[in-house]
């Protein structure tokens, strides 16, 4: 059976749920490093990059909720040399809009416009650096594309397509690059510039991506959607985002499954969501979002017998979840 694996986008807090499902899995018995395909989209192509460079999904948990690490999860962060993590500002930036080309093109065409194409157009560029991901991700992976199973999403300015790096009978290009690009939110990083084209987040249309493994020959595909959100009503700013989020997820896994594959979705849970707060780039919140997600997705994998009839899970395993 073929396994792709699609981690979302969702800032700090999104990273975190992210390891809390990706742990959840691997107590089930299913280690996510052996996934047919791994894609990622903003804060999912830093957690699906560090799979592919070989870091374990328990470590994944492990240092977000600030536990020591296995001696292969140690041996692989200290490829990272000691540059500061710190977010830079640069001063000076044009205030314009970042790309009036996509701009003009909606003008013409306002069928093909979209709210996350047209923010990434209007907005000027951000001002924040995004070298330090490019630094530690190029250091995770040596300065090498670590696996031809890893697609990373960003938004290109040019034209406004959504482009997978990595995918099967292309370059990929550097992976620090790659995934700084899916990484730079609009308006806040700077975009990511590679070869000719600006680049900027992969989940400026889209929190998943989740369609564009439609073609990868895949059976199961798992989802962990951390800007959706799964059950529960919240009273908060961010829910009406939420919910408009989790249709589109819902769109693209209609989609999949109308393709003949099977899907499981991770999103937030209402307790998850409380964790996780309306800014998904407040820091601070990572252990106990980190937690939750570990604790909620064991749940889910515990009561859902496709995960054990497909063999994914061990059936002994995943009963005691």
Known sequence: MRVGLVLGGGGLTGGAFHAG???????????????????GTSAGAISVTSLAAGMPPADMVRRHCGEPLSDEGTTLLARISGGSRELVTEAGRDRAPASPDLLRAMLR????????????????????????????MRELCRNRWPSDRLRITALRLGDGETVVFGRRGTEPPAI???????????????????????????GSTSACNADKVMH?????????????IHSGIRLAPDTPWRCVLRRQVDREIARLRAAGMSVVLFAPTQTVVEAMGSNPMAPGKEPEVARRAQAMAAERIASDRRLRDLGLVSSDRGTQL
């Not at 107590?27 to 894609?39: E, F």
């Not at 306002?110 to 951000?126: D, S, T």
Request: proline fraction near 7%; charged fraction near 15%; include cysteine.
């Open 21 to 39: 499902v990706l742990g959840a899995l691997a107590g089930a018995g299913w280690d996510a490093r052996t996934a047919n395909v791994l894609l």
């Open 109 to 136: 065409n306002p069928q093909g416009a979209h709210p996350g194409k047209v923010a990434a157009a209007v907005l000027p560029e951000g001002r924040v650096s995004t070298a330090s991901i490019e630094h530690s």
């Open 176 to 202: 620090g690059s790659a995934v700084a690009a899916s990484c730079a939110i609009p308006g806040f990083f700077t975009p990511v510039t590679i070869g000719a084209e600006r680049y900027v987040d992969g």
């Open 216 to 228: 990868e020959g895949l059976d199961l595909v798992i989802v962990s959607a951390p800007m959706a």
